[in-house]
């Protein structure tokens, strides 16, 4: 009888640690433990100044360093429309600016969220219970702990992802299975740039003396759907191959809206 009281209790125990670990719905859980952030790499040929880019590659990322998080989990999936809609009928903030009479575009219900300004991802986030992941989070999830370039690997592939306006707007989210990170994060590069909780600084040990610095911007992350710019066809690869590693760093103003820009949560 003791032994069987025993056993019962064991499986309880079991039952509740299982339920404690299993992942909230659509996210997904990163171990805690170390991984690189950022790159050593550098720009010798300074390609960025010779196809007439302003930012130069790469100084912002520099440099790589350990990062230590504890887990968490973060969104399978960009927010989607669908999703946004149920937080806009809820709390009646205003839509964005590419819905008509309240409702996103036809068809697009899978299809990421776009024109969410800080200040509206960051609100759905805690309405849903969540956050917005910070910069170290949201690169942890995407390239994992071998420091990998891009979220499937060291080689850049074109069609693992809705860059470059090929395909003329976003797709719905989880086009891309051949894409995902290594913990399974769908369409952390392309679809829609990602909002992130962190200020735009200069990672610790950095002798970047950028003028943009500081409270005025915050980082979005992952590269979007949108064409980058008039490139011959050879330097418009190379260009959104560097934009679409997961280690780059882009900023905008908290207010800012535009066509694809998006997010996702994170949870403690």
């Known amino acids: 009888m003791k032994n069987l009281h025993l056993l019962f209790s064991f499986l ?12 909230p719905r659509d996210m997904v859980l990163i171990p805690a433990g170390e991984f690189i952030m950022g790159t050593d ?4 040929d300074d390609k960025a100044a010779e196809y007439g880019i302003a930012k130069p590659w790469f100084v912002d990322e520099h440099p790589a360093h350990k990062v230590n ?22 709390t009646g903030r205003k839509p964005p600016a590419d819905w008509e009479n309240n409702l996103f575009p036809a ?51 074109i069609n693992k992802t809705n860059v470059g306006g090929r395909m003329g707007g976003t797709t719905a989210a989880g086009t891309y299975d051949a894409g995902k990170s290594p913990y399974g994060v769908y369409d ?35 590269n979007s759907w949108a064409s980058i710019g008039h490139f011959p066809p050879e330097v418009l690869t190379d260009v959104i ?8 760093r882009l900023f905008f103003v908290t207010n800012g809206i535009v066509n694809d820009v998006g997010f996702r949560c994170a949870k403690s």
């Open 107 to 157: 068809g697009h219900s899978l299809y990421p969220v776009e024109m969410v300004n800080w200040e509206d991802a960051d609100a759905f986030c805690r309405w849903d219970g969540k956050r917005l992941p910070t910069e170290a989070e949201w690169e942890k999830a995407a390239r994992g702990t071998d420091s990998r370039i891009y979220p499937w690997g060291n080689q850049f592939d």
């Open 12 to 23: 309880l125990f079991f039952v509740a640690l299982t339920s404690c670990q299993r992942a």
């Open 188 to 222: 952390l590069i392309g679809n829609v740039w990602e909002w992130t909780s962190d200020w735009y600084l200069p990672y610790p040990g950095s002798n970047d003396q950028s003028k943009d610095y500081g409270e005025k911007y915050k980082v979005i992350r992952g």
């Open 241 to 248: 191959a560097h934009h679409s590693t997961a280690t780059f």
């Open 69 to 90: 998080l504890p887990a968490y989990y973060i969104d399978k999936y960009e927010v989607t429309n669908a999703r946004y809609k149920k937080f806009i009928d809820a």
């Open 41 to 44: 790499q550098t720009d010798p």
